[in-house]
């Protein structure tokens, strides 16, 4: 089965005093998804919005939301952000114990459950329970903070991961930019978080059409 090729726009980057505007602008140029990355100053080290916020972002847009939880003890949370209206919900691996029970409770809230890993944690740590998500997200940065390199080596995880489960959705974060985009398409992604790189520049509406364009040619 083919994969959609999607292109998911975080707006942990965007302007928020302008943020009408620019989800305008990425519902415009062809995103698929708004990629919310959900921080608590524990788990990683900076501190962003929670389910408030995320709710408001979603009234304010027509794309679904995905949310990435980068949290210690998310079990307390998820519960709010599928109220709030997440499509996918993302934990990550190493913030839970009971990662399957977990996965579990967000499909019976009724969204889907995604779980993410970082840079440094095999794919072997998860690969119990790929049967229980509907997608994985390889961080190929440390999680915190936008405008990072991508990590060449998480490019290997996706490949080894698209050969264990060839229908998975597999999204990539960290680093991603016009030139290395189609790098981590041909590894194996196919949704791309794009912050900085869609947010930073004078358009975001024609910047994100030309990341869509490129991952669907």
């Given at each position: 089965m083919k994969q959609a090729q999607i292109i998911a726009p975080s707006v942990l980057n965007a302007n928020f005093l302008n943020l009408q505007s620019e989800l305008t602008a990425i519902e415009n140029g062809g995103a698929g998804l708004v990629h919310l990355d959900i921080m608590d100053g524990h788990f990683v080290p900076n501190i962003s919005f929670g389910p408030g916020i995320s709710g408001l972002i979603g009234k304010a847009t027509k794309l679904p939301l995905d949310c990435h939880l980068m949290i210690d003890n998310p079990e307390l949370f998820v519960d709010e952000f599928v109220k709030i209206g997440a499509r996918y919900v993302t934990v990550q691996a190493e913030s839970t114990i009971h990662l399957d029970r977990l996965l579990n409770r967000i499909r019976e809230l009724g969204a889907k459950p995604a779980v993410s890993i970082n840079p440094a944690t095999p794919i072997e740590n998860i690969k119990w329970v790929l049967d229980s998500v509907d997608m994985v997200l390889v961080m190929s940065v440390n999680p915190g903070?936008?405008?990072?390199?991508?990590?060449?080596?998480?490019?290997?995880?996706?490949?080894?991961?698209?050969?264990?489960?060839?229908?998975?959705?597999?999204?990539?974060?960290?680093?991603?930019?016009?030139?290395?985009?189609?790098?981590?398409?041909?590894?194996?992604?196919?949704?791309?978080?794009?912050?900085?790189?869609?947010?930073?520049?004078?358009?975001?509406?024609?910047?994100?059409?030309?990341?869509?364009?490129?991952?669907?040619?």
């Open positions: 903070f936008g405008g990072q390199s991508l990590i060449p080596y998480c490019l290997d995880k996706i490949r080894a991961l698209r050969e264990m489960k060839p229908e998975l959705d597999i999204e990539i974060d960290g680093g991603i930019k016009l030139d290395n985009i189609l790098e981590a398409k041909k590894a194996g992604a196919n949704i791309f978080v794009v912050g900085s790189a869609i947010f930073k520049t004078n358009s975001p509406e024609l910047t994100c059409r030309e990341f869509v364009g490129t991952v669907s040619a």
